[in-house]
């Protein structure tokens, strides 16, 4: 007997097999176009952004501006001019405030701060409160002021009585109605009246004196002390807080005024000859590194640290809008009076990339355009609008004149990452 076995199911499997191969050579296929569409598209887009002006990528730190972009940022390029520039050097400095306007208030007496009218930062007038305390011996002081003041006026109403009695012991005395003695007597009372007065008056203006120092000049023995600002300007600290008990002498509150500033720096033994009191320095601090700041030498150490060998300078740093903070870090450049060959090139030239000050290298493309390559230099002296760059340009070197800032804002805009959304 031949047994026979179905032939459907067979045919079944040899057509999954045959499907189930085209399906995976289909797949590859479709893959493969979409890996070179996708290379196709890249590369295409490549080749848009190289072609678009400022946004070449061969150079990293470089970018390309055509004639339409020249025009609209007003840019212009010249030659290095080489010229003669002091010598000048760069110092570490820091700014501090002026401690001529500087009050720092503390406790006068010991005491508990009951308010701290006051934070760090904040602007304050003359005279205003900034923290009061209670204290027993502001409460004893203005205990002493009362009694002064009524022992002053007990005296007063004594020696005004003593001399109307003299007054009239000398009149009667000319009628001849008392005796001698009685008028001698008066005339002692008289005079004993008037020294009482002056010493209650002398005891009087003590107690108040002594109270005035503590802050505690109110009429009522209640023991407050307030600390006023001896003028206006800034809270530049705070250390009071309300309930703590302080002893005499505790530092409460710094106050200072802004609108000038110190600024110090230890100058190498090998540069202390470039300064003198009157003379003029400029610095920049690096939270405005496109700005330069004056300050006048007003004091010059008489001696070097003989460990560090450096000598103290301090200069006095105007500061009416209140740009500048105490504390600050400063670079300070100090000019000589020997010369040096430098290039000369406008101050607005000078740009800071990356915290760096530099300058853009023009190169141009013949058609009203250029590439603009990014070349970090040191700087030197400034006078009349120029800088001297001392190192990083050579004669001969195409420089940006004008429009360097536009240069610069469109080169970090080309920086700036693409925001995925």
Same mark, same amino acid.
């Given at each position: ?12 499997i ?17 893959? #493969? ?5 996708? *290379?196709?598209?890249r590369?295409?887009?490549? @080749? ?8 070449a ?24 001019a ?25 406790a ?5 701060? =009951?308010?701290v009218?006051v ?19 502001? @409460? *004893? ?53 008037? @020294? ?15 109270? *005035?120092?503590?802050?505690? #000049?109110?009429a ?10 001896p ?5 530049l ?9 302080? $002893? ?12 000038t500033?110190w ?30 700041f004056?300050?006048r030498? $007003?004091?010059?150490g ?34 000589g009076?020997?010369?040096?060959? &430098?290039?000369? =090139? ?18 141009? $493309?013949?058609?009203?355009g ?17 800088v001297?760059?001392?190192r ?16 610069? &804002? ?12």
């Amino acid at each position: 007997m031949n047994t026979r076995f179905p032939a459907r199911p067979l045919v079944a499997i040899g057509f999954a097999m045959q499907f189930g191969w085209v399906f995976v050579v289909a797949a590859a296929c479709s893959k #493969g176009a979409g890996d070179t569409k996708s *290379a196709t598209e890249r590369a295409g887009s490549e @080749a848009e952004m190289a072609a678009t002006p400022g946004m070449a990528g061969d150079t990293p730190r470089g970018i390309v501006f055509s004639a339409a972009q020249v025009q609209h940022g007003r840019v212009a390029w010249e030659p290095v001019a080489m010229g003669n520039a002091p010598t000048a050097a760069t110092v570490p400095g820091q700014l501090v405030a002026n401690e001529d306007r500087t009050a720092r208030l503390g406790a006068p007496a010991a005491g508990r701060v =009951i308010s701290v009218r006051v934070r760090p930062g904040d602007n304050v007038s003359s005279g205003s409160t900034l923290v009061t305390l209670a204290s027993p011996e502001a @409460a *004893a002081a203005q205990s002493d002021v009362s009694k002064a003041s009524a022992e002053m006026s007990s005296r007063q109403a004594q020696a005004t009585y003593a001399h109307a009695a003299r007054t009239r012991a000398e009149r009667l005395l000319v009628l001849k109605a008392i005796p001698q003695q009685d008028v001698e007597k008066a005339i002692a009372d008289d005079e004993l009246a008037k @020294a009482a007065l002056i010493q209650a008056e002398a005891e009087l203006r003590r107690a108040r004196s002594t109270a *005035a120092q503590l802050g505690a #000049g109110s009429a009522t023995a209640t023991g407050e002390i307030a600390l006023r600002s001896p003028f206006s300007g800034v809270v530049l600290a705070r250390t009071a807080v309300p309930g703590s008990v302080v $002893d005499a002498g505790a530092p409460l509150v710094v106050v200072t005024d802004p609108t000038t500033l110190w600024l110090q720096v230890d100058a190498p033994e090998q540069l202390a000859a470039l300064f003198r009191r009157g003379g003029r320095l400029r610095f920049v601090v690096p939270s405005m590194p496109a700005d330069t700041f004056d300050a006048r030498v $007003d004091a010059v150490g008489a001696g070097l640290d003989p460990e560090t060998r450096t000598l103290s300078i301090r200069a006095t740093v105007p500061n009416a809008q209140a740009r500048l903070k105490a504390s600050m870090l400063a670079t300070v450049l100090v000019e000589g009076a020997a010369t040096t060959t &430098a290039a000369l =090139i406008p101050e607005d030239a000078v740009q800071m990339v990356d915290s760096v000050p530099s300058v853009f290298i023009a190169t141009p $493309d013949g058609k009203g355009g250029a590439r603009f390559t990014v070349r970090p230099v040191t700087v030197g002296s400034r006078a009349a609008g120029k800088v001297a760059v001392i190192r990083g340009l050579s004669p001969g070197d195409i420089v940006v004149t004008q429009g360097a800032f536009a240069i610069r &804002a469109q080169l970090q805009k080309g920086d700036m990452p693409d925001m995925e959304m």
